[in-house]
Structure formats: C-alpha cells, structure tokens
C-alpha cells in the first residue's frame, strides 16, 4: 500500500528496557511527525521532520526520548529505559511540504507500546 | 501560539439524529488551515477535511458539512442523519502557513468521542 507504516503494531516490555518504533512515510512526503496518545486522550506533539533535520524536538518528554531519520524516509523513535508512563499509542503522520502544500498529515496505524 | 478548542468530550446520538461538533481555535497568523480527521475505534486517524483561512465558503460532503467562521473562530463540523459507523473520536487540528518552506506546526483539539446509538 501507499499509505504509512509503522511497526511493530504492539510492543510489550518490561520497565527499564529501551524499545525502538519504526515509521515508513509515504514516498516523497518530506515532513514526518511522531505523535503520543495515551488511553482516551489526545494527540501529544513529539518531534517533527524535516528531511533528515528535527527543527523541533520540543514534544519529547525527557532525555530518554530520541529519534532520527535517514535518507528523508524512515525514522525511527527510541525510548530508553521505558517506564510504565510511557506506555501509550505512538503515532507516526508524513505531509509533503512545499510552497503550495496544504500540509495535512496522514496517519499510520500506531505501535501500542506497553510498559510492563 | 496554537490553540485548538474542543469543548465536547463526548456526545451521544441516537441514529438519524443530526450532531455539532464544535471547534474554536487561536492563532495569531493570518494565514493557516484547519482540519478535521476521524479516528474509529480501529485506531487510524482518517483526514476528513481541509480549511484555507482565506476561504470561508461553507462545505458539504455528503452527509457532513463545516461551518468555518472566522468572525468567530470557529470551524464546526455537522453530521446530518448520523449513523452507527460515525462513531468515532473526532479531532480538529490548526496549522500556520509558511510558504517560504519553513516548519508549519499542527496543533490538534483534544478531540470529541461521539458515540451514535442503534
């Protein structure tokens, strides 16, 4: 298909383990986000892609949150030494910008990350 | 800043009934866009529609319908004759414009769960 990807769809671990979230964009959209929504609440802003470059990082919650992106495509999000607050739905969008774009994201499916 | 206003946590309908979601946001750009996206209970948010702040044309698509006023600051979305699939977490989201390429931050409402009743 054409749309994102993410994976894994579910993740459970145990505290204090590191996990690593993998999106796949659409093909040719330069922007990519990652998003965090926790049971019954809404969409918490983490980090937004520009190409390779995170313009803004501002949404992570703590140093043990980081991501990178390679080759303007896939990123992947790592949370080190997760903690039970951690656990939610982690959402990855993509847009493509440009000078005409009207910049709506479109949405993967979400890793379910449970933090034993 | 961004802010984007959903005051309705949850509605109940029963089918057939029409419903208002109602979204009020801030911005002091002059240029921005206003979305709407679905999530059902399968979990994957679904882009509904997409609003340019110099047009205030009201849309309609089918059964749905927005009402974007800039006067004030609102971009409400209608379901006329509401079914069972409509239930959904409904999320209304605002995004500056940059046209010189720079970041266009979106901010999304913290979304409005209707729930319509058989």
């Known amino acids: 298909g054409a749309g994102v990807s993410q994976s894994p769809s579910n993740k459970v671990t145990e505290k204090g383990k590191d996990v690593e979230l993998r999106c796949d964009p659409i093909?040719?959209?330069?922007?990519l986000y990652w998003y965090r929504q926790s049971l019954g609440q809404g969409l918490e802003f983490l980090i937004y892609f520009q190409g390779n470059s995170a313009p803004d990082k501002s949404g992570l919650p703590s140093d043990r949150f980081s991501a990178e992106r390679t080759g303007g495509s896939v990123s992947t999000l790592t949370i080190q030494r997760t903690q039970q607050e951690d656990s939610a739905v982690y959402l990855c969008a993509s847009s493509f910008q440009g000078a005409r774009s009207y910049n709506e994201q479109f949405f993967g499916p979400g890793t379910r990350l449970t933090v034993l | 800043a961004q802010k984007v206003t959903q005051a309705q946590t949850e509605i109940s309908v029963v089918e057939k009934e029409d419903v208002t979601l109602d979204c009020v946001y801030e911005?002091?750009?002059?240029?921005?866009?206003l979305f709407w996206y679905k999530q059902p209970p399968s979990g994957e948010l679904v882009f509904l529609i997409r609003r340019n702040s110099f047009d205030e044309q009201n849309e309609i698509s089918g059964r749905y319908s927005w009402n974007f006023q800039k006067s004030t600051s609102s971009f409400n979305f209608t379901i006329t004759a509401s079914q069972v699939v409509d239930s959904a977490v409904y999320f209304c989201a605002l995004s500056a414009s940059f046209y010189s390429g720079g970041y266009q931050k979106v901010t999304f409402g913290i979304g409005t769960k209707l729930q319509v009743i058989p």
């Open positions: 093909s040719g959209h330069t922007a």
């Open positions: 911005t002091r750009d002059t240029t921005y866009y």
